[in-house]
């Protein structure tokens, strides 16, 4: 027997937003920057932009570099959302859902 993925390609291949259902979306005047939500995506669907470019209430926090969520990859599984030590993702109903 040869072992191998079931999957034929990697998640990064296929675009999700077609048929999530639900949609994280991070609440950055509560996000501390830790980077745990890109560590723990199972679909490595985060960017990481420079601090720059996006606003924090904390000029420390606003220093770091931040992430982004790349809609196009999410699956809306909630990972992130469960991991993030702040609770500053918030999961809400997709809703513009292709079917
Ligand atoms: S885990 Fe939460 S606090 Fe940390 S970077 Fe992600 S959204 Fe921000
Ligand atoms: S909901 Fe799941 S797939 Fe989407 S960004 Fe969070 S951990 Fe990644």
New binding site residues.
């Given amino acids: 027997m040869i072992l191998a993925p079931l999957a034929d390609r990697s998640s990064r291949a296929n675009h999700t937003d077609s048929w999530r259902i639900l949609k994280p979306e ?1 609440k950055y005047d ?9 560590k723990f995506c199972p679909d490595n669907a985060f960017t990481v932009v420079s601090g720059e470019e996006l606003e924090s209430p904390n000029p420390r926090v606003a220093a770091l570099e ?2 982004v969520i790349d809609y196009d990859y999410c699956k809306g599984c909630g990972i ?1 959302a469960n ?4 609770k ?2 918030e999961m809400g109903i997709e809703t513009k859902m292709v079917i």
């Fill in positions: 991070i509560k996000c501390i920057r830790c980077m745990i939500c890109w931040a992430p992130c991991e993030c030590p702040e500053c993702i």
